[in-house]
């Protein structure tokens, strides 16, 4: 399996310009992750899916910030309108059903709003 | 809510050294915990992972132990090379959660 993709790695925009980040997880995996990585704040879940349903959104920091999981293979992360404060990296992880509960990473995503 | 701290937040220290790098968290009600390196604009590449049942966990130079009782865990690195020079960040992982500390810049000096 080739790992976690995210797609695309860069990203820049201007402010109030939607954005939409796109993962797809390691085939198998039945939970998908999003993370967001800034040097203010460090790692911070912002989502996560089980069998394609969200399951905790308590991290997404406000309205403008949607995901979805349309099936197994794909998700997106929206930001509309886009904001210089959202500038970070976001990552993509999954993960199986099996005990050890270990995460892996996709490369992620570095977003740059001007 | 589960706290994840590590310490030093960075450290420097010449090729050969070996060192220590230490996690605490809040909440010991963890399943599994999980040490991370990361690279200068990379992804995260996993390390270890301990489960709760376990005291710790071996691979080559790395060694990394999990007292849950206490809320600590440490990160052996045996004989220090310049390539080992990256941020590594531990994260507790719940039932469906994970929490990261803010890491510990290391470098390697040749």
């Known amino acids: 399996d080739a790992g976690v993709i995210q797609s695309p790695r860069h990203e820049v925009t201007e402010m109030g310009q939607e954005v939409t980040l796109r993962c797809k997880p390691i085939?198998?995996?039945?939970?998908l992750f999003w993370y967001r990585q800034t040097m203010m704040r460090g790692l911070e879940l912002l989502i996560y899916?089980?069998?394609?349903?969200?399951?905790?959104d308590s991290g997404m920091p406000e309205d403008r910030f949607s995901a979805k999981m349309p099936n197994a293979s794909f998700s997106t992360l929206k930001i509309q309108p886009s904001e210089p404060r959202d500038s970070a990296v976001y990552f993509c992880a999954s993960r199986g059903a099996g005990a050890s509960y270990e995460q892996y990473f996709g490369p992620g995503t570095r977003l740059t709003v001007t | 809510k589960q706290e994840v701290t590590q310490i030093p937040a960075a450290l420097s220290v010449p090729e050969g050294e070996n060192l220590v790098l230490n996690c605490s968290f809040t909440d010991s009600a963890i399943y599994n915990l999980q040490w991370f390196r990361q690279d200068p604009g990379k992804g995260l590449t996993s390390l270890l992972l301990?489960?709760?049942?376990?005291r710790e966990q071996t691979s080559g130079r790395l060694n990394a132990s999990l007292d849950k009782s206490s809320g600590r865990s440490t990160l052996y690195i045996a004989a220090s090379q310049p390539g080992d020079s990256a941020t590594y960040l531990c994260a507790v992982i719940m039932v469906n959660d994970m929490r990261f500390g803010a890491g510990t810049r290391l470098t390697v000096k040749p």
């Open positions: 899916f089980n069998n394609n349903v969200p399951i905790d």
């Open positions: 301990i489960q709760s049942s376990q």
């Open positions: 085939s198998g995996h039945d939970y």
